[in-house]
């Protein structure tokens, strides 16, 4: 689900809509940094595109940390067996 999120930044109020996965990753990531969310995101807005929106700077951020991770969409998949069994046809 998209969810509108207001925070500051540089002392100005914004919002924002991104969905709950992206939200929940950028949580993940600032913590991981040890670093406040409100810095992260910050940062993501110094360092984006100025003809690029605020939320797609944060999607691609965390398409780009999650694949530095080495994730995979496959990773996210339920292990149903049928991966192990395809390569054996």
């Keep these: 689900m998209i969810r509108k999120h207001s925070i500051t930044l540089h002392g100005h109020r914004t919002s924002l809509s991104l969905e709950d996965e992206f939200w929940t990753e950028l949580t993940a990531i600032a913590a991981a940094r040890a670093i406040p ?44 067996g049928e991966a192990a069994d395809a390569g054996a046809r």
């Design 37 to 80: 969310l409100a810095g992260l995101i910050s940062e993501i807005d110094d360092n984006r595109d100025a003809d690029s929106n605020l939320s797609s700077a944060l999607r691609l951020h965390v398409l780009a940390w999650l694949k530095s991770a080495g994730a995979t969409p496959q990773d996210n998949q339920p292990d149903n």
